[in-house]
């Protein structure tokens, strides 16, 4: 199978690119950076890969059986009114663009999946309710970016297998939330952030990707799917798992300026969250190999 990744570079991304090029599949790694992505993905460690800019893409993209779409300015900064314009406008702007090179391309060259991420932002915050693939959007910010980044790449054809992954906070060692956390609960004692009661919907990094390589070649998986573990949990449930696997006490709270001194105002998927279930998942009869936080933090820790 031939797939072109944008945000091939990013946290998701790179693990993906490794795992599809592992399997003997041709990636196409589509950037804003060929240096960057070069220094990545090193033609000894990668050979046969073709990394491309923007002005290449729609070489990559006719030709290609799949498009995984990933590309989206980091969350986790300062909100100034012109970086929430960015983080917006940079993804509609990417999934417009490869919408657009797929609907353009012509029969018998064009793609015939696209799996494009979107966030459980979308869903919008609370304490109590429980999100699965057919809740209304919220109407805060996030869930605004989301609801026009889908929108924009339902505008794909309709003879395109389109799959939405409404990814939550990924687990991961390298990137991610998890590994600006660390460090401050390193140097706090590591307790519960706020009230401890916020739903923290998670997903390990091994999992997100199982999901996404599975989207590109499994049929049935379309529409929206929410790329989520099967067991949210509470805040405080979370601080105490990492607590435990990183032999910290965790009855000293972190305190919330902490966590947005390194977040930004992107610690609101941290500290403003949602129990989102990934019901879609678990029909398709996905195998979560981490379903629960404490197994996944071990992994990825120990
Ligand atoms: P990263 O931030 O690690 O990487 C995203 C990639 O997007 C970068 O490598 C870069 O690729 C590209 N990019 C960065 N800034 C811009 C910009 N201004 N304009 C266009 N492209 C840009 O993201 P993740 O791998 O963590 O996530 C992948 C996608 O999944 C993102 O869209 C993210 O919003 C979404 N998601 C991730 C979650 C998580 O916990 N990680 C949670 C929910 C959703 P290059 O420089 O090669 O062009």
Excluded at 22 to 40: C, F, G, P, Q, Y
Excluded at 162 to 170: E, H, M, P, S, T
Excluded at 226 to 238: H, K
């Amino acid at each position: 199978m031939t797939v072109s990744v944008t945000g091939a570079t990013g946290f998701i991304g790179k693990r993906l690119v490794q795992r599809l090029h592992a399997d003997n599949h041709n990636v196409r790694v589509l950037t804003r950076s060929k240096s960057k992505a070069e220094l990545i993905f090193p033609v000894r460690d990668f050979p046969g890969i073709i990394i491309a800019e923007e002005s290449r893409w729609k070489d990559c993209i006719e030709g290609s059986n799949a498009v995984v779409n990933l590309a989206g300015m980091p969350i986790s900064t300062r909100w100034s009114p012109e970086i929430k314009k960015e983080i917006k406008h940079s993804r509609i702007r990417v999934t417009s663009k490869v919408v657009d090179l797929i609907n353009n391309s012509p029969e018998g060259v064009r793609p015939n999946v696209l799996v494009s991420a979107t966030a459980v932002g979308y869903y919008g915050t609370s304490e109590t309710r429980v999100f699965d693939e057919s809740s209304p959007p919220g109407n805060d910010y996030l869930a605004e970016v989301c609801r026009e980044w889908e929108g924009t790449a339902l505008k794909v054809n309709k003879d395109v297998r389109l799959a939405l992954i409404r990814i939550g906070v990924v687990l991961g060692k390298d990137g991610g939330a998890l590994a600006k956390m660390i460090p401050i609960f390193m140097m706090f004692a590591g307790g519960p952030l706020g009230s401890g009661k916020q739903w923290f919907s998670w997903i390990h990094l091994d999992d997100i990707v199982n999901l996404i390589y599975e989207a590109i070649s499994n049929p049935s998986y379309k529409g929206v799917i929410n790329g989520t573990a099967p067991n949210p949990v509470r805040l405080s449930e979370m601080c105490e798992q990492l607590g435990n696997v990183m032999g910290r006490p965790s009855w000293l709270p972190v305190p919330d300026f902490a966590l947005k001194a390194v977040l930004g105002e992107g610690a609101t998927v941290v500290l403003d969250g949602q129990r989102v279930v990934p019901a879609k998942a678990k029909e398709l009869g996905f195998p979560f190999k981490y379903p629960y936080v404490k197994d996944a933090l071990r992994s990825i820790l120990s």
